[in-house]
T-cell receptor, first 117, second 115 residues
Framework: AQKITQTQPGMFVQEKEAVTLDCTYD???????LFWYKQPSSGEMIFLIYQGSYDEQNATEGRYSLNFQKARKSANLVISASQLGDSAMYFC??????????????FGTGTLLAVQP | DVKVTQSSRYLVKRTGEKVFLECVQD?????MFWYRQDPGLGLRLIYFSYDVKMKEKGDIPEGYSVSREKKERFSLILESASTNQTSMYLCASSLFGQGLSYEQYFGPGTRLTVT
């Protein structure tokens, strides 16, 4: 069965420093997609970044990058130059291979990031 | 700008009441989803729909039902609310198709308290 594991329930980082949020996944499929979402205290889930299993390059979106290590089945999110507004819950997710065209996602339990001034 | 809206941000209901949570999207998406979010458990899928009047159970459908009479609207129904249904409920939508990169777009969530 597919599974997403986020082992860090909470993390602190100093403003302007980089931080890595861990995500490991388990799947038997060769073709899969990985996502990261941010959830501020307001509650809305915001899509951050996507990595496809066949993508040769690590995905980047502004200050967000994804450290994709396929052999280790890890897809860690790296936030560079942290800002106070980065304080939020972060979820790693994987497209459910049994969901077909319904594009269901399987989510991890999340990591709560607190950026300190 | 893509948008998913939910009828209420906060809702307080009594045990045994019938509760309706409404979700509307304006992106013409075929797929719509209802999740509940609880601390330490992440997001768990309750029900989803890939077309009007089509629905499928997710991982935790017990105690819930859904309705999709129009493409843009997906309703979650708690037939008889119980205290263990106190939670954050999130609605999402996405395109239908085999695109690996098709992300889900989320609404702002509804914090439901059942007393």
């Amino acid at each position: 069965a597919q599974k997403i594991t986020q082992t860090q329930p909470g993390m602190f980082v100093q403003e302007k420093e980089a931080v890595t949020l861990d995500c490991t996944y388990d799947t038997s499929d060769q073709s899969y997609g990985l996502f990261w979402y941010k959830q501020p205290s307001s509650g809305e889930m915001i899509f951050l970044i996507y990595q496809g299993s066949y993508d040769e390059q690590n995905a980047t979106e502004g200050r967000y990058s994804l450290n994709f290590q396929k052999a280790r089945k890890s897809a860690n999110l790296v936030i560079s130059a942290s800002q106070l507004g980065d304080s939020a819950m972060y979820f790693c997710a994987m497209r459910d291979i049994f969901g077909g065209a319904t594009n269901k996602l399987i989510f991890g339990t999340g990591t709560l990031l607190a950026v300190q001034p | 700008d893509v948008k998913v809206t939910q009828s209420s941000r906060y809702l307080v209901k009594r045990t045994g009441e019938k509760v309706f949570l409404e979700c509307v999207q304006d992106m013409d998406h075929e797929n719509m989803f209802w999740y509940r979010q609880d601390p330490g458990l992440g997001l768990r899928l309750i029900y989803f729909s890939y077309d009007v009047k089509m629905k499928e159970k997710g991982d935790i459908p017990e105690g819930y039902s859904v309705s999709r009479e129009k493409k843009e609207r997906f309703s979650l129904i708690l037939e008889s609310a119980s205290t263990n249904q106190t939670s954050m409920y999130l609605c999402a939508s996405s395109l239908f198709g085999q695109g690996l990169s098709y992300e889900q777009y989320f609404g702002p969530g509804t914090r439901l308290t059942v007393t």
